[in-house]
């Protein structure tokens, strides 16, 4: 697996850190309901309550015109090792279903920007 040195320059935008994501090993895309995550593939069924998931870290995007821009990416790692990822507006455009989760999970770390 490649580790991306994260700059600002390839972490501008929220095409650019997904990429790096990728290239980092975080190939899943998740999505919240209910009170959990599962893949946002409709064939995977896996469940993963806020115990079963870590945020290794996350990004926030500001969208200078458009608050329809702002966004924040959450690289998720889960108890049985699937590394991928999670997006979320926020502000007025949040979305309630995954705030919540994100506020229960209990192991969140944020990294500086040189860190994968």
Request: glycine content about 8%.
């Amino acid at each position: 697996m490649k580790t991306i040195t994260n700059t600002p320059e390839t972490m501008s935008t929220l095409t650019s850190c997904m990429n790096n994501a990728v290239l980092d090993g975080y190939t899943e895309t998740f999505k919240v309901e209910g009170k959990g995550m599962t893949g946002a593939s409709t064939a995977d069924q896996k469940f993963y309550g806020p115990s079963d998931v870590k945020i290794n870290n996350f990004y926030r995007f500001e969208g200078y015109s458009d608050p329809n821009d702002n966004s924040i990416l959450y690289l998720v790692e889960t108890s049985d090792g699937r590394k991928g990822t999670l997006v979320d507006s926020y502000g007025m455009y949040s979305d309630n279903k995954i705030s919540e989760f994100i506020k229960s999970v209990e192991e969140i770390q944020k990294k500086d920007k040189t860190q994968a």
